[in-house]
Nanobody
Framework: QVQLVESGGGLVQPGGSLRLSCAASGFTFSRYNMGWFRQAPGKEREFVAG????????YLVDSVSGRFTISKDNAKNTVYLQMNSLKPEDTGDYYC????????????????????WGQGTQVTVSS
């Protein structure tokens, strides 16, 4: 069955860095767009970044653009979120997700367009 397992979260000071990983199994990883979402305490889950099935196209929301990078290693069935210059407002649970469609076109930003989700990894940015 499809499994997505995130790792790499933790406590970091403002200005620090973390790299989140999402290990995928149970499907042909190289055929699917992937996304990262986050949910801050008391807030709705929000899209953070997306990457195309081949890794050639990426999209990051304005609030993280220039600080975060999304990448995809199809040989390792893993998608990454490199987070630099972290801010307290980046605090939350981070989830990776798989697009509903194989070889999808647009990088979807709506949670409902993603069929499978990981369990999440917690990121806390605090001094």
């Amino acid at each position: 069955q499809v499994q997505l397992v995130e790792s790499g979260g933790g406590l970091v000071q403002p200005g620090g860095s973390l790299r989140l990983s999402c290990a995928a199994s149970g499907f042909t990883f190289s055929r699917y767009n992937m996304g990262w979402f986050r949910q801050a305490p008391g807030k709705e889950r929000e899209f953070v970044a997306g990457i195309s099935w081949g890794g050639s196209r990426t999209y990051l929301v304005d609030s993280v653009s220039g600080r975060f990078t999304i990448s995809k290693d199809n040989a390792k069935n893993t998608v990454y979120l490199q987070m630099n210059s972290l801010k307290p407002e980046d605090t939350g649970d981070y989830y990776c997700a798989r697009d509903q469609r194989a070889l999808g076109g647009p990088l979807e930003r709506e949670a409902g367009k993603y069929a499978y989700w990981g369990q999440g990894t917690q990121v806390t940015v605090s001094s």
